[in-house]
């Protein structure tokens, strides 16, 4: 008897794991927004907050990719964004880089 029980209790375990992988939403039901930015694709609402695994160094390369210079002054903020400062055609300008890639001036 206590067989059948515990053969019962693995089979309904079982069939409970499937089910609930099964209602597991797309991560972006619209597919519009791209999960990294290309310098001529950047996502609209940049910067975006999120859990950033860009170095310093990468950082400081991507913002040159972008087009700026003099990248200086660069900062992980606690929103995951890196901040600093560069220049770009000659001015200076606040810098902003997500975890996406997107690259913001201000």
Known sequence: MNKFIIASAIVALSASSVFAQAATPSANPNGDTPAVATPSDQNTTAPVE?????????????????????????????????????????KPVMVSLDYQGNIVAK
């Open 50 to 90: 999120g859990a950033n695994s860009f170095t310093e160094g990468q950082a400081k390369d991507r913002i040159v990719e972008g087009g700026y210079a003099d990248v200086t002054e660069l900062k992980l903020d606690d929103k995951g964004v890196w901040q600093g400062k560069a220049t770009k055609d000659g």
